[in-house]
């Protein structure tokens, strides 16, 4: 570790300084605020140990400063006047640690220990947001389309605010990636996202998955688990398809998002969580809560902000631009250079009706990228369903049920408005039209 020491009395320097060279970290010491500054300015820390008094100077006012200079670095706070107010004003500052003078080498080399590891995590969470950001293409959030434009305004205006936001579109319009934009835009950006799909659990899971149970409180309940909920704490849970969020859980979120109290499946202790909701269908919740299958109180305490994103069809101007920022994610990730779409590939891009939306484009180019042989994407790199005249598949065709399925769900999907209506029409429910998406990619 790379540690400062801030301390007037050459003693403590040395002492710190002998005891932490000792264990094999690198120290730079200094007697006074002006040195801190300009080492911090010149060198990374990893951890500054911090005396109060310097002189007539007061080590609480330079916290934020070696915080602003020395970015990832943490603060331990040593003082022989430790009162208790001083110690909370200290961590209320950005300090990590506190320790009263007297200590001794190993109460120092413990709060090392410490830092170290929060340093490991802080390194492992950087290295994670790596490979998320090579696994994702970025969020391409720019448009021509006036509803569009507006909702991404609107998703910049309540990103800094706690409010429960619900996006409302069709399936793959990019409400997932809206909702982890709005997190990334506030100032939670740096605490936990995390995404829990209703019909993607059973109906008895998905109430201990978000609230989490206590060991015992059903057959497989083997041990305690927080839930989502506890595993968001300071950051934002988003709760995509709430439409198919089970009546029996819905009172317990509404409660949620009134008066962020909750409580464990199987426990009676009620918990508090600072968590923001960002909730998303593809449905009509209005006719849901008509129809009583979702609760009207909770249906108004959700839509206060909502935000409506276009399907790709609504904004065929955009789909140029789009495809061309995707691109370069893609060909990154088969190692080739590619330079765009040819004319005809591009042709059929604007033409295609986009039932899938961004998700069915995204799939459409990462395939294309695997298959262009040239420095363009060409007509044949993209799926036959961009070029139907090429490849009907009609009814009696010698092809898979599965082609047929999903030619028939693609085609459905284009033409009805709500996920909900096109499960009606299949004639199955929206967990099994959910999961057959997928399947297939759309
Ligand atoms: N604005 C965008 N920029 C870049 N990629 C996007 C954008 N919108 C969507 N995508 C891509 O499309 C995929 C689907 O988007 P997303 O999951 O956000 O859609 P959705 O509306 O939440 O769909 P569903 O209702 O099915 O959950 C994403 O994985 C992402 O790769």
């Known amino acids: 570790m790379n540690i400062l020491v801030i ?6 320097r040395k002492t710190i300084a002998y005891c932490l060279e000792g264990a094999g970290h690198r120290v730079a010491a200094v007697g006074n605020a002006r040195d801190a ?4 300015q010149r060198q990374g820390f990893d951890l500054a140990f911090l005396d109060l008094r310097l002189g007539t100077d007061d080590g609480l006012d330079l916290i934020p400063e070696l915080l602003n200079n020395a970015p ?22 950005g300090a990590v640690d506190y320790l009263p003078k007297p200590f001794t080498p190993e109460q120092i080399l413990l709060m090392v220990q410490r830092a170290e590891t929060v340093c490991r995590l802080q390194r492992q969470v950087e290295g994670l947001r790596a490979d998320l950001a090579r696994t994702e293409p970025a969020a391409h959030l720019h ?6 434009v507006r909702a991404i305004h609107l998703a910049r205006q309540v990103a800094p605010t706690p409010s429960t936001v619900l996006l409302l579109g069709a399936s ?3 409400k997932g990636v809206l909702a982890r934009s709005i ?3 506030g100032d939670r950006w740096d605490k936990p996202f995390g995404v829990v799909s209703c019909p993607s659990l059973s109906h008895d899971l998905l109430e201990s998955e978000l609230f989490g149970h206590i060991r015992g409180a059903f057959t497989h309940a083997v041990r305690d688990a927080p839930g989502r909920i506890a595993a968001c704490e300071g950051g934002t849970l988003f709760l995509d398809e709430i439409a198919d969020l089970p009546l029996a859980v819905q009172p317990k979120l509404l409660r949620f998002l009134q008066d ?10 009620t918990r508090h969580a600072d968590v923001r909701i960002i909730a998303a269908t593809n449905a009509d919740l209005e006719r849901a809560v008509r129809e009583g299958r979702f609760r009207e109180d909770l249906y108004f305490r959700l839509a206060v902000f909502e935000i409506r994103m276009p399907s790709l069809a609504e904004r065929p101007d955009d789909v140029e631009a789009l495809a061309a920022a995707l691109l370069p994610f893609f060909a990154a990730q088969c190692h080739k250079n590619l330079q765009g779409f040819t004319d005809a590939a591009l042709r059929a891009l604007r033409e295609h009706a986009w039932p899938g939306n961004v998700r069915e484009l995204r799939n459409a180019l990462e395939r294309a990228a695997i298959l262009c042989t040239s420095d363009r994407i060409d007509l044949p790199d993209l799926p036959p369903s961009l070029t139907p005249q090429n490849n009907p598949v009609m009814l009696g065709d010698p092809v898979s049920l599965e082609a047929v399925e999903e030619r028939h769900i693609r ?9 909900q209506d096109a499960a009606e029409i299949l004639g199955v429910d929206q967990a099994t039209l959910w999961r057959k998406r997928r399947q297939y990619s759309i």
């Open 7 to 12: 301390d007037d009395e050459l003693n403590i």
């Open 37 to 40: 500054r300009d080492v911090t």
């Open 72 to 93: 990832g670095i943490q603060v331990a706070v040593i003082t022989a006047y430790a009162t208790i107010s001083t110690a909370v004003e200290a961590m209320r500052r």
């Open 143 to 148: 448009s021509r389309h006036p509803e569009m």
């Open 172 to 174: 793959g319009t990019g």
């Open 183 to 185: 997190h990334n835009w």
């Open 260 to 269: 962020r109290e909750y409580e464990r499946v199987g426990e009676s202790h």
């Open 411 to 419: 085609l459905v999907l284009g033409n009805t408005r709500t996920f």
